[in-house]
Antibody
Framework: QLQLQESGPRLAKASETLSLTCTVSSGSIGSTSHYWGWIRQTPGKGLEWIGSISSSGSAYYNPSLRSRATISVDSSKNQFSLKVTPVTAADTAVYYC????????????????WGQGTLVIVSS | DIVMTQSPDSLAVSLGERATINCKSSQSLLYSSDNKNYLAWYQQKPGQPPKLLIYWASARESGVPDRFSGSGSGTDFTLTISSLQAEDVALYHCQQYYIAPWTFGQGTKVEI
């Protein structure tokens, strides 16, 4: 069964870069036409989709992050990554990687598999 | 962006009773070309990621108990738990995948 696991620093300094990696196991990123996504959760704003990327590296983002987010994929390592810069306290959240499926359109659909999530705290 | 609004924010239901959660979208999620509603429901327990329950507004994910059902069309949707069990205490979210950016409701907390 497909599994996703987030990893990366739990702390980030304001105005610097948040970096997270999602490792895919029991499945290959590169062998399918799936997209892979990042979602974050804060108590105040609930769940927020950040962006998604295909196995070939085509990415699209939520405009709410105002071009601060970059998602990349490394098929050789079966991983995809998220960078957000510059970060502020408002970026403090639990970050999830997840797989969207269900529709023929690029990355469109529901999220059927999620990582356990990792809390990232942005400090000043 | 499509705004998803859930109601109520929280509800308390007795064991064995029905729980009903509403989700309203700011525009229709019914795609005319396939006559499908692009809406999903998730359950989230404390310290866990969301778990998919329902997609296409009413299709139950494999392994989800049949006491969970989804209904509605267009802009108004409902998740019903027909007979609440102790393990159903959780936060429930709706999500639209009609048009990017994909957006979620604010969540509804179900308690006993």
């Amino acid at each position: 069964q497909l599994q996703l696991q987030e990893s990366g620093p739990r702390l980030a300094k304001a105005s610097e870069t948040l970096s997270l990696t999602c490792t895919v196991s029991s499945g290959s990123i590169g062998s399918t036409s799936h997209y892979w996504g990042w979602i974050r959760q804060t108590p105040g704003k609930g769940l927020e989709w950040i962006g998604s990327i295909s196995s070939s590296g085509s990415a699209y983002y939520n405009p709410s992050l105002r071009s601060r987010a970059t998602i990349s994929v490394d098929s050789s390592k079966n991983q995809f990554s998220l960078k957000v810069t510059p970060v502020t306290a408002a970026d403090t959240a639990v970050y999830y990687c997840a797989r969207p499926i269900g529709s023929a359109a690029a990355g469109q659909g529901w999220f059927d598999t999620w990582g356990q999530g990792t809390l990232v705290i942005v400090s000043s | 962006d499509i705004v998803m609004t859930q109601s109520p924010d929280s509800l308390a239901v007795s064991l064995g009773e029905r729980a009903t959660i509403n989700c309203k979208s700011s525009q229709s999620l019914l795609y005319s070309s396939d006559n499908k509603n692009y809406l999903a429901w998730y359950q989230q327990k404390p310290g866990q990621p969301p778990k998919l329950l329902i997609y296409w507004a009413s299709a139950r994910e494999s392994g989800v108990p049949d006491r969970f059902s989804g209904s509605g069309s267009g802009t108004d949707f409902t998740l019903t738990i027909s007979s609440l069990q102790a393990e159903d205490v959780a936060l429930y979210h709706c999500q639209q995948y009609y048009i990017a950016p994909w957006t979620f409701g604010q969540g509804t907390k179900v308690e006993i």
